[in-house]
Structures are given as C-alpha cells and as structure tokens.
C-alpha cells in the first residue's frame, strides 16, 4: 500500500532534549511538508522540501531543523531551542503535477 | 498576506441532514486553489474537496459540495445527507503557490443519530 508513515504515535520527551520526527512516503512524491497543529488552531508550516536535499523554512521553523537525504523521508527534529514543542505533528507529501497535499497519521510530541 | 478564517468553531448535525460549513479568505492573487480537508478523532487528514479558482464550476464529490464565490472570496462545504461517518473537525485550506498552504482555524462538525 501506498502512504505516507509517521513514527511513533506518541513521543514523551524531557525538556532539554533534542527528538526526531520519523516521516517516510513511498507514493514517489517529491514535495514534502512538516505542520504544526495546535489546540484550536489550524496547521502552520515549518519546513518544506521540494527535492532531494533541498529545503526551505516554513512560518515557524525556529527551533526545529530537518534533512532530505532520501527522496522517501523527510525527518523533523525538535532542538532544545524550541520553546513550546508539546503539540501534533504532521507531515505530508504532495506529487509536482497536483496541488493537494497527502498527509501521514500525526505524531503526537509531550514535552516536560 | 493569505489568510482563512472559519467562523464556525462548532456545529451539529442530525443524521441524513444537510449541513453547511463556511471558510472566507483573504488575498490579492488571481490563481489559487482551495481544499476542504477532514480530520476524524483519528487525526488523520483527509482530502474532502478541492476547488480551482480559474474554474466557475463548483466541485463536487458525492455527497460533498462547494459553494464558491470568487467576488466575496467565500468557499462553504455542503455535506448531504450528513453520515456519523462524518462526525469530525473540517479544515479549509487556501493553495496560492504550489508550497504556501494556509489553514483555517476549523469547524468542528458532529453528526447527531
């Protein structure tokens, strides 16, 4: 089957901790996308990347930092620096010829 | 800049009724696209509807539908015949380059049996 995979679920982390975000695509897209979402608010962009190492932040992309070494993963790191990381993350992925964007099942990130 | 506004936190819905959603947006381009998006308790998103703005035609899926008015930059989602299936939060979503998605804050809808 083809989708986007998001690992894992639920990550509980201390504060003070860098954590990485899984985010794997086998729908052979080129454009792939990480989002915030937070209680009562839409989803905001962090980082883009449209190839293979190449990326571009996002309206929030301070404290955060990613790589696209692979065309199929697109992981999302939360440094220490980021000073409200507890929220849903999610990521999506989008082929060039069509706008929409396809999205993986969430990570759910607490810190404390 | 772009932005969406949904004016309906919540809203519900007896089963087999119609209900509407609404989303207005802000911007000054001519070429954009607009998507519903529904995201059930799961939290999965879900592509419910697009909408592209060159084309006049309401989109429509099923039991899903739009209202799009360019003029009053307005994009409401009509949901036939509401299913329990349908119990969940809706997104509007304004598409202006192929990479600048901006959302709306969300309806959350709930079917009533």
């Known amino acids: 089957d083809g989708g986007i995979t998001q690992s894992p679920k639920y990550l509980f982390r201390k504060e003070g901790q860098n954590v990485t975000l899984s985010c794997e695509q086998n729908?052979?897209?080129?454009?792939m996308y990480w989002y915030r979402q937070d209680p009562g608010q839409g989803l905001r962009l962090i980082y883009y990347?449209?190839?293979?190492?190449?990326?571009q932040k996002g309206d929030i992309a301070e404290g955060y930092s990613v790589s696209r070494e692979k065309k199929e993963s697109f992981p999302l790191t939360v440094t220490s620096a980021q000073k409200n990381p507890t929220a849903f993350y999610l990521c999506?992925?989008?082929?060039?010829?069509?706008?929409?964007?396809?999205f993986g099942p969430g990570t759910r990130l607490t810190v404390t | 800049a772009q932005t969406v506004t949904q004016s309906q936190p919540e809203m519900s819905v007896q089963e087999a009724e119609t209900v509407t959603l609404s989303c207005t947006y802000d911007?000054?381009?001519?070429?954009?696209?607009l998507f519903w998006y529904k995201q059930p308790p799961s939290r999965q998103m879900i592509l419910v509807i697009r909408?592209?703005?060159?084309?006049?035609q309401n989109a429509t899926e099923n039991r899903f539908s739009v209202n799009f008015q360019k003029a009053a930059k307005s994009f409401s989602l009509k949901i036939s015949d509401s299913q329990l299936g349908d119990t969940a939060m809706y997104f509007c979503?304004?598409?202006?380059?192929?990479?600048?998605?901006?959302f709306g804050a969300g309806t959350r809808l709930t079917v009533k049996p």
């Open positions: 911007t000054s381009e001519n070429n954009y696209y």
């Open positions: 999506a992925s989008r082929e060039t010829a069509f706008r929409e964007q396809y």
């Open positions: 979503a304004f598409l202006y380059n192929n990479n600048d998605m901006r």
């Open positions: 990347s449209q190839i293979v190492n190449d990326f």
């Open positions: 909408q592209e703005a060159y084309k006049q």
């Open positions: 729908l052979n897209h080129d454009a």
